[in-house]
């Protein structure tokens, strides 16, 4: 993953993360890897929901309570032919546990939305988007910084201009 942010989103309130998040969730596929970085309460996990309930709306499936999978660290999802992977590495005490939770496969063959990714240390694909989200002095703005958005997820940005 590239350090420099390609690109800066602003989200206004927490319907315009979801907003962003349903944009990504119409173009996913299999081996989209988003990292999503952030404090506590930054929007990683609304993001997350939004995602993939919005997934599973598009491909007309009963849209299902999405809980952290903070205590079971994943969740997932069968969509469309493929599972979305929602993992939260938070209570990981070292990377070699990643490799228990079978995420390697899964980067190839899922869509993963990753929280606290810093926990997969060198383990993370080097394939992957960035999302680092934070939280300016504006309690309901959140920033997303963007990095290594695949060309099928680029018509996303080109929706947020319009």
């Not at 926990?119 to 989200?133: N, R």
Request: net charge negative; with cysteine; proline share 8%.
């Amino acid at each position: 993953m590239n350090d420099a942010p390609a690109h800066r989103i602003r989200l206004t309130s927490p319907e315009k993360t979801a907003e962003l998040a349903a944009a990504f969730a119409r173009l996913v596929r299999p081996g989209d890897v988003f990292l999503l970085s952030g404090q506590i309460g930054a929007g990683k996990t609304h993001f997350t929901r939004s995602l993939i309930q919005a997934r599973l709306a598009y491909a007309d499936r009963p849209v299902e309570d999405v809980p952290s999978p903070t205590f079971t660290l994943v969740q997932t999802y069968e969509v469309d032919g493929f599972e979305i992977w929602h993992a939260d590495l938070y209570r990981l005490t070292h990377p070699d546990e990643v490799e228990e939770l079978g995420l390697f496969d899964a980067f190839d063959t899922a869509v993963c939305l990753i929280e606290w990714p810093d926990c997969l240390g060198d383990l993370a694909p080097t394939k992957a988007i960035g999302m680092d989200f934070s939280v300016p002095d504006d309690p309901e703005t959140r920033i997303v910084d963007l990095s290594d958005l695949p060309e099928h997820l680029e018509p996303v940005l080109e929706a947020l201009h319009d």
